[in-house]
Structures are given as C-alpha cells and as structure tokens.
C-alpha cells in the first residue's frame, strides 16, 4: 500500500510547484544560492498548493437538518405567499443586499462576510447528504437486513484531511467537534490518528466539562506512569496494527491532552466574562462556537461545530423565528465580530452551512421539505472578500440562475485558504487512489479573483 505525504508521489510537479520533502533536499544541498531563512520558510509554506495559506483554522458552523435559507439569506418578497412566507427583508450594512428580519444582527456585520446563494447539489438525504458534504464524495451502500444503509467510514473528512495535512500547533487536537461528532466527520481510511477529539459534553450546560481531562488523581504520578510503561512493554510502538493500534492513539491523544496546560485553558469557559458569553448567546451553537473561537486561538485547526433541529417539515415558522434562526444569527454575528476585535479574522475561516436547503413552497403541513437545489452558504475571514453577494436563485429560490456551485467547489476553497493541495492523492488499503477532492474549482468569485 502507497501513503505518501509527497504530492509527487501521484503527479508530476510544476517548474515551481516543489514539495516540502524536495525543498528540504533542495535547501540542504546548496543548489538555490543567497536561499535566506525567511525565503525558505515561505517557499514550505507555498510548496503545496503554490500561494500562502490565508487561513491558519477553520470554524465550521453546521446546521444539521438543513436551514430554510429562504427564509434567512435569500428571501422572496415578490413571490407568492406560499414560497415567500411570513418574513420580510431588511437592509444590510452593506447597500442594496437584504437578509431576513430575524437575521437583524448579521445584517450589521454584512461588510463582514460574503453570502454565496448558489450552493447547489442533488442529495435530499440527511445521512448521505452529510458524508457527501463533509467528504466530498458520494456514499457508497451495503445491503442491510432489512434496506440498503450507507457506508459512511471510508472517506475522511474536511476536519480529518486538515488534521493530516496541517498537523497540530499548539496543545490542544488539530480535529474538534463539538458538542458531538459530526455525521460522516470521521477519518476513514486516514486511520485514528486523525480522528476529531469530540467534546461529548454541551457548553451550554452550567456544569459543562471536558470529560476525563484531569488525570484521576486517585492513581498519583508513579501508578499513571507504570501503566505507560506496562502498556509500551504489550504493545511497542511500530507494533500497534489493528483495533489494538487503534486504541493506542486513542490513549496517546487522551495523554497528551491531560498534561496539557495549554489544553485545560481553551476548555475552560468560565474564563470568559458574562458579557462576552451573553453576546454568543446561551444556547448550544452559541456556547459552542465561544468555546471554538478559544480552540482556534489555541492553536485546533479545524472545529466542527454540530447544531440540530433544522429539519422542519411541520409548522416550521415558530421554531424558525423564535429558537432557529436566532440562535444562529447571534452565535454567527458574534463569533465574526468577537474574532475580527481580536485581531484573528484574517487567519481564521468561518463557514456556516447545513448539507441541503428548504423547499421554496410551503407544504401542506405549514413546513418546508428537504431541498439541495439551492442553499445558501455564509463565509467570513480566512482571505475571503467580504461585503459581497455572490450568485443569485431564480425568482421562486428554485435553483441557481447561472454558475452553480457544487460541494467539491466548497472543499477545494477550504483547502485552498488553508494552503492544502486538493490534488495531493492517499491510497486506501486496497490500493484505491483517492485524492483529497475529486473534482471541483477554487471559488475565484469568493477570494476576489
């Protein structure tokens, strides 16, 4: 089985696309003369993708269930009042561009973010529509007892292939989710080291804390330090295959977070002021994405956040107005403001999305059904443009009026601010090449170009 590192291992380089590998050999070896430090380091930082990364983290909002983004993002107030709705549009801080009145606070941080109406894609299912999203590839199937059920642990992941290309900086995980694993949000075939660490435990709770963070303190330092030895001697390392291997790392993550100082204090909320805590709201998304700005500062590279509760097929305008789209609006509008006043917008990537869309026509029920045709998708800092509307749906919110863009075309733009090849190629364990995105373009439009 081939599992390289080196994007040459798959496709011949460019006159100035270098790995890191190659770099280094390059550098040692003298042959770039008058190479100062500083030169070098840029050269690795570019060598992948051939620009500087923009963004150092990724904070991924994901409204599971899927928003009714023609109620919040992309209204139609001249349709008629079966696809339209209850709400009306209000202006923007950024002129000419409107957004649902219960999307009062995002509407002023507009000049902050970009609103990309023309996310388009053909999955209405909720379990593959998110393996679709998070992976970038279809899910394959197996036949079950009683119906065919998706087979979702092959792929890795959008927070997995980062935690592989970019690694950890600083001490907490390079992969987070929070407060529960994301579905289809695990490694696949890139194995358990790239695993998200998952929270399992709600911030939003009064008594909210990381799970066996603390070392048991009833074991002492000699008794924790036997077990390590004793556990080394079973199973040394460059011997751990299988499940066995598996919860090796698994242990070894569990250790390095517990003697990590650096780790406790991203964790730990009670550390922010309550005006702070009250702008996010307190709520689950809200508190969740307070603790992910604190994970990203502390160096976590990717952050998933999971919010539920958006499949609304019946009566959906009271959950809507009064617990939905408040909740995201302010977690949304602070999470931005909170990193831009901190000086960390410009390295920190906040994309905010569900794996479909809403019917633009209300049902029978007073609720809307599964509809990926057309979704609306917020981005904000991470070398984006802000202030901008990009693509427009048709006058019923349909689909699309030109240019749709597919899931791959969002992954690749990721990967591409995070300065990740998206053509760098991994082979599962059957010799299957498989690249970190199958398809798809950058999303020129978003980075200005």
């Not at 902050?112 to 209405?124: F, G, Q």
């Not at 080394?232 to 977070?257: C, D, F, H």
């Not at 599962?428 to 690249?435: A, E, H, Q």
Request: hydrophobic share 35%.
């Amino acid at each position: 089985m081939m599992d390289s590192r080196d994007a040459n291992a798959t496709h011949c380089p460019g006159p100035t696309a270098f790995s890191r590998r190659r770099m280094l050999k390059i550098g040692a070896s003298g042959l770039l003369p008058g190479l100062t430090l500083p030169r070098f380091l840029q050269l690795q930082a570019t060598a992948g993708t051939g620009s500087t990364p923009r963004a150092k983290s990724c904070i991924f909002l994901f409204l599971q269930g899927g928003p009714s983004t023609i109620d919040m993002w992309d209204l139609k107030p001249d349709a008629p009042v079966e696809v339209r709705g209850p709400y009306k549009p209000i202006s923007t801080k950024v002129p000419g561009t409107f957004v649902g009145e219960h999307c009062h606070r995002t509407a002023k941080i507009a000049d902050k973010m970009t609103m990309l109406r023309t996310h388009s894609h053909n999955d209405n299912g909720h379990t593959t529509g998110c393996h679709y999203l998070f992976t970038g590839q279809r899910a394959a199937f197996a036949d079950g007892a009683n119906s065919r059920v998706p087979v979702n642990d092959l792929y890795p992941s959008v927070g997995s292939v980062v935690s592989r290309e970019l690694g950890p900086r600083g001490g907490v995980p390079p992969y987070i989710n929070v407060p529960h694993p994301l579905t289809a949000g695990g490694p696949g075939f890139y194995g358990a080291e790239h695993a998200p660490f998952v929270i399992e435990s709600d911030p939003v709770q009064p008594d909210f804390e990381v799970k066996d963070l603390l070392p048991d303190a009833k074991l002492g330092d000699i008794r924790n330090r036997r077990r390590q030895e004793l556990l080394r001697a079973i199973q040394p390392e460059g011997n751990r295959v299988g499940a066995a291997g598996t919860m090796s790392t698994y242990y070894e993550k569990a250790r390095g977070l517990i003697s990590s100082p650096t780790a406790r204090l991203a964790f730990d909320l009670s550390k922010e002021n309550d005006k702070t805590r009250d702008a996010y709201g307190r709520t689950s998304l809200g508190q969740c994405s307070l603790l992910a700005r604190r994970l990203v500062a502390s160096g976590c590279r990717f952050v998933g956040v999971d919010h539920g509760s958006w499949d609304t097929h019946f009566t959906c305008f009271p959950s809507l107005e009064k617990e939905l789209i408040p909740h995201a609006d302010m977690a949304f509008s602070a999470l931005v403001s909170d990193l831009a006043d901190r000086g960390m917008l410009d390295e920190t990537l906040v994309v905010m999305m569900g794996e479909m869309g809403r019917t633009p026509r209300v049902n029978a029920q007073a609720g809307r059904d599964h509809w990926s045709m057309a979704q609306t998708v917020l981005f904000a800092g991470g070398g984006i443009v802000p202030g901008k509307v990009i693509g427009a749906t048709d006058k019923n919110g349909t689909q699309p009026t030109a240019d749709p863009v597919s899931i791959q075309d969002i992954l690749r733009t990721i990967f591409h601010l995070m300065g990740i090849d998206s053509d760098k190629t991994y082979y599962t364990p059957l010799g299957r090449p498989v690249p970190v995105v199958s398809g798809g373009r950058i999303i020129d439009s978003l980075l200005g170009a």
